[in-house]
């Protein structure tokens, strides 16, 4: 072959075979001299993160990682430079709220990259100093009051969801159910961020093709967590630029800046202040109280843009694996509705958020279907502070710079804590009291197993839509039992695996009970 134009002759063939040697080189250290080697994994994962890249590529890493963990124990080394940990009591450790670890690189590849400025937001900035500062207005404005105030919006969802659910029992068509679930929670999470639904529950659609992009920019997302070197030469490289098109969301974006100037212009016409029936209200209320923080239109619309990102998908999965467990056992289909009835919370539908949430069963079903089926299915990557880890029960020293992280698909299966009933198995009687428990007893267990349930993060960067996010479960999935019956018309469904673990094929009729 002649050499390229430009190169001395032989030239491009010794780089590459320089290049062929560093990599191995760098291989057979990894595998023979890495201070990692002690902890086990699969051959090819110690030497490059190739491996975890084919493991993503299944769809189904989360059920390689159970069962590795089960093959290898409580670590495994997933990467030359990652260790995944399924000890649930070591989420105390690695997300603990005290001396935060911080995020790895893996968040950076959720950056975006406008108009040459590489942008964080709240969810993946792996700088904490900025995060403890951002966060404040949230943690202020996510109170327990703040969420009932979001109920009206929700209710109004929730009816707009029930009369298609309504039509579409009437015609007796096929539901696919995952699909619904997820229009409602993009359209609710829509209304209580900028005070209107985005119309995909009315048009039973994926309007602007909103959700089609997000599932995009997951998959590069997802791609990346597993090698982030990926994302400095695709999205962050320069030389990539004119191949990569304008930034995702860019329609979106300046949506999100209309909406803001508008709500703007009629608190100032009619003389009102912000108040706090959604997210855009409190975040301009919020300039009040944090002026140095909340300090221009640019942060208002990246906190609204980040809210209806994280959450949307997390909670319209997490409906769906509730919902479709419930309804495949109807043991415990029964067992709920009784709940409902002794308690008379099927006498108002949508069900109250003050009434579902007091109901031990409706808990109990909640957290089995946030525990076994939780919606990211990729270890929550931290890196090992600079004094270094020393793993318990005469584990190795893991040295500072390592990236560990734990799957909630592996630690809410560890038995310590959620067993002795089968972890693979959808069984809400785990979070009741058993034969013989006292009160007292029940209590502690419950809050233990609630405490070290990885599915909402831990620590400083837990999730801040949690209580919005379970208001939602409650109140759909007591209303759904109350008013529908359901066929399935598949055997099982199946599942997904891209960083979110989405469900398809829960395709059903549904018939009114009354
Ligand atoms: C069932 C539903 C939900 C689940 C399971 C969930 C789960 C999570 C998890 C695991 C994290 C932390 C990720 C990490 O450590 O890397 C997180 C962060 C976050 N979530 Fe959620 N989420 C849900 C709903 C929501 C909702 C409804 C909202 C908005 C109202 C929301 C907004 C956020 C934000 C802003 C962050 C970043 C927080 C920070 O780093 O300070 N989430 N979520």
Not at 60 to 74: D, E, K, P, Y
Not at 378 to 392: D, T, Y
Request: hydrophobic share 40%; charged share 20%; aromatic share 12%.
């Amino acid at each position: 072959m002649d050499a390229l134009p430009g190169l001395p002759d032989g030239l491009l063939a010794r780089l590459a075979l320089l290049a062929t040697v560093a990599l191995v080189s760098s291989c057979v250290w990894s595998y023979l001299r890495s201070p990692l080697r002690h902890v086990p994994g699969p051959f090819f994962a110690r030497i490059s993160d190739l491996w975890r890249v084919g493991s993503w590529w299944t769809g189904h890493a989360q059920l390689t990682l159970i069962q590795l963990h089960r093959r290898f124990g409580s670590a495994v080394r997933l990467g030359p430079n990652m260790i995944s940990l399924s000890d649930s009591n070591l989420i105390n450790v690695v997300y603990s709220s005290k001396t935060p670890w911080i995020k790895s690189d893996m968040y950076a590849s959720n950056d975006v990259v406008v108009d040459g400025v590489v942008t964080s937001n709240l969810f993946n900035t792996t700088d904490q100093a900025w995060h403890t500062k951002m966060v404040k207005p949230l943690r202020n404005i996510g109170t327990v009051t703040k969420t009932l105030a979001f109920e009206p919006a929700v209710d109004e969802t929730i009816e707009i969801f029930c009369s298609k659910l309504d039509q579409m029992a009437s015609e007796g068509v096929v539901v696919p159910m995952e699909k619904w679930l997820l229009w409602f929670a993009y359209d609710c999470l829509h209304k209580l961020t900028f005070g209107y639904h985005r119309g995909y529950l009315e048009t039973g659609s994926d309007v602007g093709n909103f959700i089609k992009d997000a599932y995009g920019g997951l998959i590069y997302f997802g791609l990346c967590v597993n090698m982030p070197l990926l994302d400095r030469f695709l999205m962050k490289n320069p030389l990539m630029k004119p191949f990569l098109g304008p930034p995702p969301f860019l329609w979106a974006f300046q949506q999100a800046y209309a909406d803001v100037a508008e709500r703007k212009r009629k608190h100032e016409a009619e003389g009102t202040s912000p108040g706090s029936s959604d997210f855009l209200d409190l975040f301009l209320g919020a300039r009040d109280s944090f002026p140095d923080i909340v300090s221009n239109d640019d942060v208002v619309v990246n906190y609204l843009f980040v809210n209806l990102v994280a959450g949307s998908d997390n909670t319209g999965i997490s409906l769906a694996a509730i919902v479709y467990h419930v309804y495949r056992n109807p043991r415990i289909l029964e067992k709920l509705r009784n709940e409902l009835e002794v308690e008379k919370v099927n006498g108002t539908l949508p069900a109250s958020y003050r009434d579902t949430s007091r109901l031990p069963y409706l808990d109990a079903v909640v957290h089995e279907g946030l525990r076994i089926h939780p919606p990211i299915g990729l270890p929550l990557e931290r890196v090992v502070p600079a004094s270094g880890w020393q793993m318990p029960d005469g584990g190795p020293f893991i040295p500072a710079g390592t990236k560990v992280g734990m799957n909630s698909w592996v630690s809410n299966r560890d038995e310590k804590t959620f067993g002795p009933e089968d972890v693979d198995e959808f069984v809400p009687e785990r979070w009741m009291p058993r034969n013989g428990e006292s009160d007292e007893a029940w209590k502690g267990r419950l809050g233990r197993m609630k405490s070290l349930m990885l599915t909402f993060g831990f620590g400083t960067r837990i999730c801040t839509g949690k209580s919005v996010a379970m208001m939602e479960l409650y109140k759909v999935v007591g209303t759904l039992v109350g008013k529908y019956d359901m066929t399935f018309m598949t055997p099982e469904w199946k599942m997904e695996n891209i960083w979110f673990v989405f469900p398809s094929g829960f395709d059903v009729k549904i018939q009114q009970r009354r």
